[in-house]
Nanobody, 121 residues
Framework: QVRLQESGPGLVKPSQTLSLTCTVS??????????WVWIRQPPGKDLEWLGA???????YYHPAHRSRMSISRDTSKNQFTLHLNSVTPEDTAVYYC?????????????WGQGTQVTVSS
């Protein structure tokens, strides 16, 4: 059973960088043919796919956020990390990590429990 757990700050100031880490257990982030994804849900809005990192380390980003985000990984810790720069209050959302078999979907087969991030001064 694959399990994912998000960790990071719950409150970030505008213009700062948000960094969230997903720790994976029960499976390796180097497993072939899967993608490790970040998805968020702002209050009152739909789920939004942000980006993914593949088993070989290739990254994929939502075009609207490509210029200010990156996803990295630490295979020794079985973790992957989202970095989102220059945050604004519009980045306030519940952030989820997950494992999927494709990119750009909001239906991963495994989800983390989600973590609330608020952007406020």
């Amino acid at each position: 059973q694959v399990r994912l757990q998000e960790s990071g700050p719950g409150l970030v100031k505008p213009s700062q960088t948000l960094s969230l880490t997903c720790t994976v257990s029960g499976g390796s982030i180097t497993t072939s043919d899967v993608y490790w994804v970040w998805i968020r849900q702002p209050p009152g809005k739909d789920l939004e796919w942000l980006g993914a990192i593949g088993s070989g380390g290739s990254t994929y980003y939502h075009p609207a956020h490509r210029s200010r985000m990156s996803i990295s990984r630490d295979t020794s810790k079985n973790q992957f990390t989202l970095h989102l720069n220059s945050v604004t209050p519009e980045d306030t959302a519940v952030y989820y990590c997950g494992r999927d078999k494709a990119v750009a979907t909001t239906t991963p087969d495994y989800w983390g429990q989600g973590t609330q991030v608020t952007v406020s001064s």
